[in-house]
């Protein structure tokens, strides 16, 4: 006898047909769209709300306990708690994501002779992939030329079992190894057919695999059992390189083909850091050099008087989206530029020109920036609504218990169907994240005794990529050195050295070199830390 099943629509995805007891978090999965879900479905987080409508089991004890009466009461559920009884549908406010695949169209220069790492001109195709714990990026290779055929991102759909890698371990660790695996090879299967499709490529002739990532990510995606990197020593389970068949990873290939990682240096310095840090130039000799890796987890690698240090720091997604009551990924329609003008008027600006959907990192940066700038924001990061000022007209609360905001946009303003707007939360988050990096790379340098004024240059790579305002990032204190002219962007750097690695036996070797000329620094031990880390937090004085 077939089981019974029943219609459950959710905005934003597809109809999809679920079986009694199953949680609108796994009907939405299916219907195409990540919900935010930071604690994994522990009913604890209250991230997964939805308006839900149709026959859904009575309110669990969590949801009593994290949503109002009248909450309840007008249809508001958490999707992790509520199951399915029969026929039903639900609305995501925000707070979920489409699993779909877009072009990543972020600036890319193919590998030459002046980085030395040209290709070696072998025929065929390749594919370099990178897996982020918030987002996953793909190209499809020329191996000939270097060039990219296509290439294409996606969000982690891990991302319903927690924000984080420290969410997505104890999942693992709790039994759910097993669905981090199968949905991450899914979606890198369908992104590979996607890829072949835009390029013109027959899906299965990929001839080689690299794929970077965090010791975590790559060790889920290769079937390792990542346990190890949740609790002191943090130990990964392989250091070095891993390789497998490609086709046994779930990714179409040509038979035979391999996918190897570059090289994983410690728990929570993998293979992206090394490929950004390759990307950077830092195996070549040069001054004291910084390359920061602005992910969920920021890896920060230091050249300095011919030794390399790596370090990795908790930032936390406030910076790519999560976390953030309007945040979203840099996608189409996201903000990702707020000024002042001259005038004294704020200028938006979205990604593609769309519509404002949400704020990404590059648009929160500026923000925060606009905010200390026009003395709303403390150094403290207590955020004021002054009475006047250009941007009085835009903040609210703070007065009978109200959480301040500043409204970035608001309901009407350039089509914009939902106020944009920054939180006293919100701004909290980003403080914690800046504050790490910020420690993070000071720690880093003190140990390898490298004083700020000295460095050469700070690359930053990671999802803000090219977009991000030095002189925001400068303004809001995220990075050390504070002198705009040695601030360069490189983009996507993991998934630009995995393609160099791709293509060129020499930047495959100059990365197992480097893999193995790093230094790991432990930064939740280090001394310092905690105490930098505090003074970090704030925002440099106001200048006015
Ligand atoms: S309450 Fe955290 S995922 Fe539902």
């Given at each position: 006898m077939t089981e019974k099943t029943y219609r459950i629509d959710i905005e934003g995805g597809a109809a999809v047909r679920a079986r009694p007891g199953d949680t609108l978090l796994e009907v939405a999965a299916e219907a195409g769209l990540e919900v935010s879900a930071d604690c994994g479905g522990a009913g604890t987080c209250g991230k997964c709300r939805a308006r839900a409508g149709g026959l859904l089991e009575p309110p669990s004890d969590a949801e009593r306990k994290l949503l109002s009466a009248r909450e309840i009461e007008s249809g508001v559920r958490l999707a992790c708690q509520a199951r399915i009884s029969g026929d039903a549908g639900a609305v995501f406010e925000g707070n979920a994501v489409s699993s779909e695949i877009t072009d990543f169209c972020m600036e890319y220069e193919p590998p030459d002779s002046g980085r030395g790492h040209a290709p070696d001109s072998e025929r065929g195709f390749g594919l370099a992939i990178d897996i982020g714990t918030t987002t996953l990026n793909a190209r499809l290779v020329d191996l000939e030329t270097g060039r990219a055929a296509a290439s294409a991102a996606s969000a982690n759909p891990q991302r319903i079992y927690g924000a984080d890698v420290a969410?997505?371990?104890?999942?693992?660790?709790?039994?759910?190894?097993?669905?981090?695996?199968?949905?991450?090879?899914?979606?890198?299967?369908r992104m590979v057919e996607w890829l072949a499709e835009r390029g013109g490529v027959e899906a299965g002739a990929a001839k080689r695999s690299i794929v970077v990532g965090n010791p975590t990510m790559l060790s889920v995606f290769f079937g390792y059992d990542p346990s190890g990197i949740g609790a002191a020593p943090f130990t990964p389970p392989f250091t070095g390189t891993a390789a497998a068949l490609a086709r046994e990873l779930g990714i179409p290939a040509a038979e035979g083909a391999v996918?190897?990682?570059?090289?994983?240096?410690?728990?929570?310095?993998?293979?992206?850091?090394?490929?950004?840090?390759?990307?950077?130039?830092?195996?070549?000799?040069g001054g004291p050099r910084l390359m920061i890796d602005l992910g969920t987890n920021a890896e920060m690698v230091l050249a300095a008087g011919g030794e390399i240090w790596a370090c990795a720091a908790a930032a936390g997604p406030a910076f790519e989206g999560a976390h953030i009551s309007c945040g979203s990924t840099a996608r189409e329609g996201a903000v990702d530029t707020v000024m002042l003008s001259e005038d004294g008027t704020l200028a938006v600006g979205t990604i593609g020109g769309a519509a404002p959907e949400g704020l990404c990192g590059t648009g929160l940066i500026d923000a925060l920036a606009v905010l200390l700038d026009s003395g709303a924001l403390a150094a403290s990061g207590r955020l004021t609504a002054p009475e006047d000022g250009p941007i009085a007209d835009r903040l609210s609360g703070g007065d009978l218990g109200s959480q301040p905001e500043f409204h970035i946009v608001r309901p009407g303003e350039m089509g914009a169907r939902r106020p944009v707007s920054i939180t006293q939360q919100d701004i909290r988050e980003a403080q914690l994240a800046k504050g790490a990096i910020l420690a993070g790379a000071e720690t880093l340098m003190a140990a390898a005794g490298v004083d700020a004024a000295s460095l050469e240059a700070v690359y930053l790579a990671g999802a803000l990529g090219y977009s991000l305002n030095s002189k925001s990032a400068i303004r809001i204190g995220l990075l050390p050195g504070a002198r705009p002219e040695i601030v360069k962007f490189i983009g996507n750097a993991a998934l630009d050295g995995?393609?160099?690695?791709?293509?060129?036996?020499?930047?495959?070797?100059?990365?197992?070199?480097?893999?193995?000329?790093?230094?790991?620094?432990?930064?939740?031990?280090?001394?310092?830390?905690?105490?930098?880390f505090a003074a970090a937090m704030a925002f440099p004085a106001n200048l006015h």
């Open positions: 969410s997505r371990l104890s999942f693992a660790v709790s039994g759910g190894l097993g669905a981090l695996r199968s949905g991450l090879r899914r979606r890198v299967s996918a190897e990682t570059l090289p994983v240096v410690a728990g929570y310095v993998g293979a992206d850091a090394v490929s950004a840090a390759l990307r950077a130039g830092l195996h070549r000799p995995a393609a160099d690695a791709l293509v060129s036996a020499k930047a495959r070797e100059d990365a197992r070199l480097l893999g193995d000329s790093i230094r790991y620094f432990e930064l939740s031990s280090a001394p310092g830390f905690a105490d930098r």
